[in-house]
């Protein structure tokens, strides 16, 4: 067995007991289903340098977008987390996409961060199922009912400028 092989399931455990010891109880179980969901579309070499708590942070995020929006709304954001506003931080600006799903938004997103000259550090992506209550809130993931939305959750080179990040969002809503 490889280190990589010993440490992503290890690390990735961190991250549900995270789950499990800091958020409530109803969402415990939806979130950690989200965060391996999520996980399971990324290579493993790309979880080896991560730390639990930015992996968290980055699930717990992309939770609270989605939980925010409703399942026709497009949707991006991008910030320089902190932990005095976002509770986590991150060396990198985080891009949050939850859009309706449709074929090619990888590419769609991969080609807009490269017209801006911006390396992807880390993606995190996939179509997911959300099963919404009628006032929007999430009551399970990939169960085979709801609305298909494509979530993302992108490290990017650090932005400095709000003009900067203006523009990244501007140009990802327009894909």
Same mark, same amino acid.
């Given at each position: 067995?490889? !280190?990589?092989? #010993?440490? %992503?399931? =290890?690390?990735?455990?961190? $991250? ?54 409703? !399942?026709?709304? #497009?949707? %991006?954001? =991008?910030?320089?987390?902190? $932990? ?92």
């Amino acid at each position: 067995m490889t !280190a990589r092989e #010993i440490v %992503v399931p =290890v690390l990735l455990e961190k $991250v549900y007991q995270l789950i499990q010891d800091k958020l409530e109880l109803a969402h415990q179980p939806l979130v950690t289903h989200l965060a391996k969901h999520m996980f399971s579309n990324i290579s493993q070499d790309d979880l080896v340098q991560r730390n639990e708590s930015d992996l968290y942070g980055a699930i717990i995020s992309l939770w609270h977008h989605i939980s925010e929006k409703k !399942a026709e709304d #497009i949707s %991006v954001r =991008v910030f320089n987390p902190t $932990v005095s506003r976002q509770g986590w931080q991150s060396t990198h600006t985080i891009v949050e996409i939850v859009v309706p799903d449709s074929p090619f938004l990888v590419d769609s997103v991969k080609m807009a961060l490269n017209r801006l000259d911006l390396s992807s550090h880390l993606m995190l992506h996939g179509p997911t199922q959300l099963d919404r209550t009628k006032d929007g809130a999430i009551v399970d993931v990939n169960n085979g009912k709801g609305a298909f939305q494509s979530l993302f959750h992108v490290e990017v080179d650090r932005l400095s400028s709000k003009e900067e990040m203006t523009h990244l969002k501007n140009e990802l809503i327009e894909i």
